[in-house]
């Protein structure tokens, strides 16, 4: 379990209200094929990936980062029963997509980045000490059911 | 030995070039002893670190935040030996500072954010891939005379 004091989950939650998770989504998906290459196996079906700029431009990686942000929107609504809400997409994770779990410290990684990159005086050392707090708890929830 | 393409290398000496390595070097640091706690352990001499602004402010995370990134930025100039370049400093951080290496991903991690958050939009897909992997070469380098 994540443990958050209530000023770092006032922290996280202020943040969240102010970023688009469509972009940050698919900018943090996008930014993680681009860093870490091989997560691009995951997604044969999406097209063109062969630079930096496609892989940014491509539409379905831009669609499929919003649904991923979107899961961890239910995580900011959940920050004491991570890994309740995250069971089923752990299930699914391992038994169906076989994603090595430590794809989800990337993308955690690659997300708090993300932030860093959009926000300047807010993304204070605490906020992202609340959102790095926030990210392992995440990665943990998700590889919980892993078996 | 890290692998740089011409290309990132020039995109990393570019986005070297905008940041005052000294502010890098200990905001990055401050910010290590804040979300990673557990690493203020290493710098009892300090003073006071019981608040993040305290963290951020102290004169004495300054100065070793300057010396630890002078040590990187001479890195950067070596790219095609952060082994050799590291050696010295691996062993002291094996011997004498007892410092697990894990903690050099952290640092390193910690390097990429404060980058991103100084740069912004600067900090490219490509310039973020092109610096993980230098942070990850000099963590490995620093690890490399563990014993």
Request: proline share 3%; charged share 20%.
């Amino acid at each position: 379990m994540v443990n958050l004091t209530a000023e770092e989950k006032n922290l996280i939650c202020s943040l969240w209200g102010k970023l688009n998770v469509e972009e940050t989504g698919g900018e943090a998906l996008g930014r993680l094929l681009v860093v870490y290459p091989w997560t691009q196996r995951f997604f044969d079906s999406f097209g063109n990936m062969s630079c930096p700029s496609a892989i940014m431009g491509n539409p379905k990686v831009k669609s499929h980062g919003k649904k991923v942000l979107t899961s961890f929107g239910d995580a900011i609504k959940n920050l004491d029963n991570l890994k309740g809400a995250f069971a089923k997409l752990s299930e699914l994770h391992c038994d169906k997509l076989h994603v090595d779990p430590e794809n989800f410290k990337l993308l955690g990684n690659v997300l708090v980045i993300v932030l860093a990159t959009h926000f300047g005086k807010e993304f204070t050392p605490e906020m992202q000490a609340a959102w790095q707090k926030l990210v392992s708890g995440v990665a943990n929830a998700l590889g919980h059911k892993y078996h | 030995m890290v692998h740089l393409s011409d290309g990132e290398k020039a995109a990393i000496n570019a986005a070297w070039g905008k940041v005052n390595a000294d502010e890098v070097g200990g905001e990055a640091l401050g910010r290590l002893l804040v979300v990673y706690p557990w690493t203020q352990r290493f710098f009892d001499s300090f003073g006071d670190l019981s608040s993040a602004s305290a963290v951020i402010g102290n004169p004495k995370v300054k100065a070793h935040g300057k010396k630890v990134i002078d040590s990187f930025s001479n890195g950067l100039k070596h790219l095609d030996n952060l082994k050799g370049t590291f050696a010295s400093l691996s062993e002291l951080h094996c011997d004498k500072l007892h410092v697990d290496p894990e903690n050099f991903r952290l640092l390193g991690n910690v390097i990429v954010i404060v980058l991103a958050h100084h740069l912004g939009k600067d900090f490219t897909p490509q310039v973020q891939a092109a610096f993980q992997k230098v942070v990850t070469g000099v963590a490995n380098a620093l690890s490399h005379k563990y014993h």
